[in-house]
């Protein structure tokens, strides 16, 4: 089995930067792409950035320019640098992975708990 546990949620101004990290453990063997989505109260669920194992990232519209998606493969962690946050960015933020566990033959997707952030104006 596998696990992936987020931190770096919190509470801040209108125009601050928040660093989310996301650290897969367990017997993994590989990790494939992973990603972040968020999920605000009342809304549907958006995927907000992915990063492949090759490092292609990909944004929705409304964080390109301000987040950046990364991954530290040796250290199977994901990050979501956030800058010039805005309140419309409120939400829980969930990270995914899609991983080869050792021993096994196919890829599965795991999730974190989720972490909030929240933009204060």
């Known amino acids: 089995q596998a696990q992936l546990v987020e931190s770096g949620g919190g509470l801040v101004q209108v125009g601050g930067s928040l660093r989310l990290s996301c650290v897969a453990s367990?017997?993994?063997?590989?990790?494939?792409?992973m990603g972040w989505y968020r999920q605000a109260p009342g809304k549907q669920r958006e995927l907000v950035a992915t990063?492949?194992?090759?490092?292609?990232?990909r944004y929705t519209d409304s964080v390109k320019g301000r987040f950046t998606i990364d991954r530290d493969k040796a250290k199977n962690t994901l990050y979501l640098q956030m800058n010039s946050l805005i309140p419309r960015d409120t939400a829980v933020y969930s990270c995914?992975?899609?991983?080869?566990?050792?021993?096994?033959?196919?890829?599965?997707?795991?999730w974190g708990q989720g972490t909030q952030v929240t933009v204060s104006s």
């Open positions: 995914y992975a899609d991983l080869l566990l050792r021993g096994k033959s196919g890829i599965d997707r795991y």
């Open positions: 367990g017997d993994i063997s590989s990790i494939n792409l």
């Open positions: 990063i492949t194992s090759r490092f292609i990232t």
